[in-house]
């Protein structure tokens, strides 16, 4: 669509409402010249400054908002710190308005780049924002802040069959497409990942959990019908850079690819024989697109068949922030996309790849129920190892494969003087991995017990227990060696414990999100001389999806959400004597698919249950973002454990 249309088509959706720009004052002069030229496009636009701010500010701001079809707020780290920036677009998004995010701050007051972070954060989060952190280009930066807009809030209402209006003036007849089926694409065999079930919408826009790299792969599926394009995109922050669009035409039977730098599209590559495959039925309608990503390229398959084509990579892939998924028609052909799983890296404690000889910092210290894990692929040689260290010279543990001599030696050593090597024969599955048996992969662990640690190879165990020779708490990080003139690294990649966080009650925890069958697990103190206590889990302040509060004092337990503002209909439950006379307590929250389920258990795995509640989802709880704690005394809750792992926790004394 050219961009004439585009404002035709703006026009004719806002009708009499308005686009409101939403900015901190300091940023006036920038906000003022887009001012002007979205009126010379003739767009009905609003700011404060040329919409008559007069009397009540509140009020004003209010009109502001109740007459847009879309905000679009200027981000900057002082809009963020803004009570009436934050008060104008919570209103905004309370009501549904479309927010089109515009980046106009580079870097943070301390030389950082800057992230709209905190409520901001959360309102804008997994959208696309228009680069307006300078003044240049304005005319450039509007065509796309309004192309954008369009594609918010505009659907296309041309129905299959009818007559279309050509650029030239001229009519054509859209060729009848077969009938829509609306089953999902059925997945067939796939690299794991994130499964997201997409919208009927004709813009999808999914963040990637981290930078791609080489060997991931997106998938997505959808079905195929004749009519206008739609297309797969990996963009960067802005919709200037686009690391590859993938574009079905079938019109022009045709399939575009090509990427977008600094707002300039590139040069194309073209692949006629995807559509032709689709209209002769050698594709099945409803299809699975993989985009592979190798090396120096991209390689596509369609239901399992490579493409002729690749597209070469022209912008590093590390640039690549959210897929963006478009239908011109609105017929929403895109079904359901995978993204690869997060790689956690090595500075929040999770797998992350080996550099040979390197420190791997643990940040805090190793204690009792931690675990460490190393994967490598097993290759003939002299020999390579796995070291936990104490500062430079000691080892915690030495575990040394020697292929030559098929034995495993397990060591530490106290003051840098080796106490004596415990020599274990190559378990059964080394043997294999020895002797060709199996595909050389192999994974260590070792679990890190009151007394001793436990190692394991493919988990196997390994040896008899072997003991401490010094403090756990001492050791300070990992190493993995090869000997001296070896080219070969047989370690892949390693996950060391994540950082224990200190908890602090009336705290607020931010996290991604849920899905359904995440536990979240909080430990307590159970005190029968308090009022109350309790914890939230919710989107803000007005909307929590789970309110748990526990009172002691009238002997219940009582369970509501809160739905923009207004709390809803209490669930309540007497408090059993096992609960109240159990001390410590453990309480799992189950996220369910219509419920949260509610386990209150007197030990941390969960097989004696005190109580077991149920609280329907009043709101969307995939939209929850923090988990808040309410503890009169300061001494009751003492630890919590997120699904990804992350723990915050207190002692008590």
């Known amino acids: 669509m050219d961009f004439a249309t585009v404002q035709e088509a703006l026009k004719d959706q806002m009708g009499d409402r308005h686009i409101m720009l939403s900015y901190q004052w300091d940023n006036q002069e920038l906000v003022a010249k887009v001012y002007d030229l979205i009126v010379e496009h003739g767009i009905n636009v609003w700011m404060d400054i040329h919409g008559g701010v007069t009397g009540n500010i509140n009020e004003a701001m209010a009109t502001g908002v109740e007459g847009s079809a879309i905000v679009c707020c200027f981000m900057t780290q002082k809009y963020e710190r803004s009570k009436n920036c934050s008060a104008e677009l919570n209103y905004a998004n309370d009501r549904g308005t479309t927010i089109v995010p515009c980046m106009a701050q580079n870097r943070t007051e301390e030389g950082n780049p800057y992230r709209a972070s905190g409520w901001l954060g959360i309102l804008t989060a997994g959208k696309l924002w228009i680069d307006f952190k300078s003044d240049e280009q304005l005319e450039m930066r509007i065509t796309q802040l309004l192309t954008e807009c369009c594609s918010r809030l505009c659907k296309s209402e041309t129905p299959v069959g009818k007559m279309v209006t050509l650029k030239s003036g001229m009519t054509k007849k859209k060729a009848p497409a077969p009938k829509k089926k609306k089953q999902r694409a059925v997945a067939g065999k796939m690299a794991t990942g994130t499964v997201i079930d997409l919208p009927d919408e004709n813009s999808i826009t999914i963040p ?46 045709v399939v575009v690819m090509n990427n977008k730098e600094n707002g ?20 099945d309608e409803n299809f699975h697109l993989v985009v592979k990503y190798e090396e120096d390229k991209l390689v596509f398959f369609i239901n399992g068949e490579q493409l002729r084509k690749t597209f070469p990579i022209r912008i590093p892939m590390r640039e690549g922030k959210n897929v963006v998924l478009r239908d011109q028609e609105d017929l929403g052909r895109w079904k359901k996309l995978k993204i690869p799983e997060p790689r956690v890296t090595q500075e929040s404690k999770g797998t992350s790849s080996v550099k040979l000889g390197e420190e791997m910092i643990l940040e805090q210290a190793l204690t009792v129920g931690d675990c460490i894990e190393v994967w490598g692929k097993y290759q003939e040689g002299d020999k390579y190892s796995f070291n936990i260290m104490r500062g430079k010279g000691d080892y915690l543990l030495h575990f040394d494969i020697r292929p030559q001599s098929g034995t495993i030696c397990l060591d530490s050593t106290l003051d840098t003087a080796w106490p004596g090597s415990l020599n274990l024969h190559l378990s059964e599955e080394f043997q294999k991995l020895a002797h060709g048996n199996s595909n ?47 080219n070969k690294n047989p370690w892949k990649k390693i996950s060391l414990p994540k950082p224990r966080q200190l908890f602090q009650s009336f705290g607020t925890y931010e996290f991604e999100s849920f899905s359904i069958g995440d536990v979240v697990n909080f430990t307590g103190h159970f005190r029968k001389d308090v009022d109350a206590f309790a914890l939230n889990i919710m989107q803000d302040t007005s909307n929590i999806q789970l309110h748990v509060s526990i009172r002691p004092a009238e002997g219940v337990v009582v369970l509501n959400s809160m739905v923009t503002g207004g709390w809803g209909k209490e669930i309540r439950a007497a408090i059993p004597q096992s609960l109240a006379s159990c001390g410590l307590f453990d309480l799992f929250v189950l996220v369910g698919e219509k419920t949260f389920g509610l386990e209150f258990s007197k030990d941390e795995e969960n097989e004696n249950v005190l109580l077991e509640m149920k609280m329907p989802h009043r709101a969307d709880f995939t939209k929850a973002k923090f988990i808040s704690f309410r503890d009169v005394k300061d001494n009751v809750w003492t630890e919590l454990n997120m699904p990804d792992g992350t723990s915050y926790y207190r002692e008590i004394s």
């Open 208 to 253: 990637l959990n981290q930078p791609l790299e080489p060997g991931d792969q997106i998938e997505v599926w959808g079905f195929y019908e004749y009519g206008e394009k739609f297309n797969f995109n990996l963009v960067g922050d802005s919709l200037n850079e686009v690391l590859i669009h993938f574009d079905i035409r079938p019109t022009q039977n």
């Open 264 to 283: 300039c599209w590139q040069t194309e590559i073209r692949d006629s024989r995807v559509v032709r495959k689709f209209e002769r039925g050698e594709y």
């Open 440 to 486: 050389g992969d192999f994974h260590i662990k070792a679990e890190f017990t009151e007394d001793n640690i436990d190692l394991y190879v493919n988990d196997m165990k390994v040896g008899e227990r072997i003991p401490y020779v010094f403090d756990l708490s001492a050791a300070t990080h990992v190493i993995c060696f090869v000997p001296p003139g070896s």
